[in-house]
């Protein structure tokens, strides 16, 4: 199951009991692409950083 098919709207991430595995990975995923924005020296993701005037 690809990661856009899989919708968290309306679920309690901070109980895991009732997450599917799917679900758990688009997590830790996201959490990792936020990490590298993190790392980042520039915080902003690059698509807000083209728009920015």
Known sequence: ???RQI???GKD???LEM???PEI???LETACQMKGIIDRD???VPTLRENQL
Do not use: A, D, H, Y
Request: net charge positive; hydrophobic share 50%; no cysteine.
């Open 1 to 3: 199951m690809s990661k």
């Open 7 to 9: 919708s968290l709207r």
């Open 13 to 15: 991430i901070l109980g």
């Open 19 to 21: 997450m599917t595995v």
């Open 25 to 27: 990975e688009v997590i």
């Open 42 to 44: 520039i915080k902003k």
